[in-house]
């Protein structure tokens, strides 16, 4: 009897995804709790998504909120998600990846962060040591 091992992680996918709460595109795995933004700990969870449309890879991220620290400190250099939480479609293959759709729609009231989006403001001293 042969197993068929499938290779779940994705280091491209990781190198392209990014936090729509906070920019930044490093993650941390923590082993039996999850993957987490390195920087303002959202969770990320990957889904494969139930249509593919003919791509190599259809992934859904969730993001999660629910252990973001300081979203109450410093909301300029953080946005948070609209019910706490957030989903977006990725599309492609390794190097070719792009955004199908988010869940919630971006509109007025919310908006994701864009990559590096607030690379270039300094956090204030009092509110660094917290993160």
Same mark, same amino acid.
């Given at each position: 009897?042969?197993l068929?091992?499938?290779?779940?992680?994705?280091?491209?996918? &990781?190198?392209?995804?990014w936090?729509?709460?906070?920019?930044?595109?490093?993650?941390?795995?923590?082993?039996?709790?999850? =993957?987490?933004?390195?920087?303002?700990?959202?969770?990320?969870?990957?889904?494969?998504?139930?249509e593919?449309?003919?791509?190599?890879? #259809?992934? $859904?991220?969730?993001?999660?909120? #629910?252990?973001?620290?300081?979203?109450h =400190?410093?909301?300029?250099?953080?946005?948070? $998600?609209?019910?706490?939480?957030?989903?977006v479609?990725?599309?492609? #293959?390794?190097?070719?990846?792009? =955004?199908d759709?988010?869940?919630?729609?971006?509109?007025?009231?919310?908006?994701?962060?864009?990559?590096?989006? &607030?690379?270039?403001?300094e956090?204030?001293?009092? =509110?660094s040591? $917290?993160?």
């Open positions: 009897m042969n068929d091992v499938i290779d779940r992680y994705s280091e491209a996918l &990781f190198e392209f995804l936090c729509p709460v906070c920019g930044h595109e490093v993650f941390s795995h923590i082993p039996f709790e999850g =993957v987490f933004c390195k920087n303002c700990n959202t969770q990320v969870e990957l889904q494969e998504s139930h593919d449309r003919g791509y190599e890879e #259809a992934v $859904l991220a969730c993001f999660d909120t #629910a252990t973001t620290w300081n979203l =400190v410093d909301e300029k250099h953080r946005r948070d $998600l609209p019910d706490r939480s957030a989903r479609k990725i599309l492609g #293959a390794p190097g070719a990846y792009t =955004v759709w988010w869940s919630p729609e971006p509109s007025e009231d919310w908006d994701p962060v864009e990559r590096g989006e &607030f690379d270039d403001i956090e204030p001293a009092e =509110v040591h $917290l993160a």
